[in-house]
């Protein structure tokens, strides 16, 4: 099949459809193509999570609002199928890869096992004239240094020939999966522009957002770009609150006065930053330069100093601590919030684990809270009972309706240390406690 007649078929909305992963983003657009009308296949590996689908059950944690009404009226008019046979791919004439792409621990380099796996169970059945796009955030050059030969040599179709290639990079978030599919714009990065223009072809009937038509090299630029871009922006709000605690200033009013210069938008300090995306995207940034030239360096030192908030609010219980002439050896150490994110229950990369391991070895005893997260949910007052110090590590709203006075009996010792500006520095003091907050340097305090 040409990209002429492969178009045809994506107007028509007859093209099938293969989507190769249905984790959240698989499954989003799985179902988006599906409610647009096009017939879709899911390829999943997990059997339970393909029999939850096939029954109209969505298989995933969280709100995720429209995706069960979604996917209850795609399975009941059949436009959705998922199944654990590859053989299936046989018959897609479009294929979307959304497979995790995670960054070792140690080595901060992409672990490329799930998405060489699928490119190979998609060259082994694919059928010729198919477009194989990468939904996945990947390294900058993967496509053209993995992915491309990989699929060529393992198919024996010759790219841009005997098949297409681009990548779309995802930019969905959960809790929020439909919405952003449909209203944000997406990059469609071509192997050839031609190849771009039929992509283009293809979201326009899921996005109502610009489909930016660009190189697959430029599409994998901008993802991990702009995710670099927010990991080096918060860094540089976090020095700027190391900064204000030793000046003693209050990092908040800094930043809202900063903010009123045009152009300047500094971000929001805090404990730390989790999640799936921000950790992960700058390393497979600077991955794309091995080998290649000098490594970067502001990105590195970014990521570092963010992944040191964590041990920073260990380092202002200890200060609080020694104020009131307490070890931390053998305290008890309340930590509110695990979940990476406020008002979520999304764990990945949570910055509270870091602080918990940090409290552990200088060895305080730690309890954990947070009531979105099962495995710490549970009476936040019983747990606070004879605790010699509260951390505040996400502002869930839940936090910020505590009363302060109300909470302060069941202390031994009213230590609060606040990570996420949940509290006022007076209004904590004002209620006996020994305060201590990201960025809220006291006047004079030095
Ligand atoms: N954080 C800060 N200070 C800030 C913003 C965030 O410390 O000013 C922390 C958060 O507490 C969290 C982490 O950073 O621990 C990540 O927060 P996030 O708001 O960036 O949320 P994510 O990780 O879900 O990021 C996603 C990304 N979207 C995609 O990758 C498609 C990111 O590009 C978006 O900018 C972000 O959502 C968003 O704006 O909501």
Redesign the pocket.
Known sequence: MTLVELRKKIEAKTAIIGVVGLGYVGLAVACKFAGAGFPVLGLERQPEKVTLINDGILPMKGNEPGMPELLAAIRSDGRLSATTDPAALQEADVILVAVETPVAAGAKSPNYEALKSALTTISEAMQPGALVIIES?IAPGTMAEIVRPLLEEVSGLAVNKRFYLGHCP?????G?LLK?LST?SRVCGGNTPETAQVMAALYRHIVQADLDLASCATAEMV?TT??AY??V??AF??EIALICEMVGADVWEVRELVNKSPQRDL?????????????K?PWLLVHSTTGKGAPPSLIPTARQL?DN?PLHMADLLVDALFEVGYPIRGAKVAVLGYA???NTD?VR?S?SERLINRLQKLGAHVVVHDPYVAEYQGDLHAMLQDADAIIVM??HQHYKTLNLADIKPYLSHPILIDG?RVFEPGVARQAGFVFRGVGRGEPGSR
């Open positions: 955030t995802e930019r969905v978030m959960p929020r952003n944000m993802k702009e995710n927010r990991d922006q918060i709000a976090n971000h929001m300090p805090g404990a730390g930053v989790g999640g799936h995306c921000i950790p995207d963010n908030m990476y994110l406020e999304d990369n910055p996400v502002a996420r």
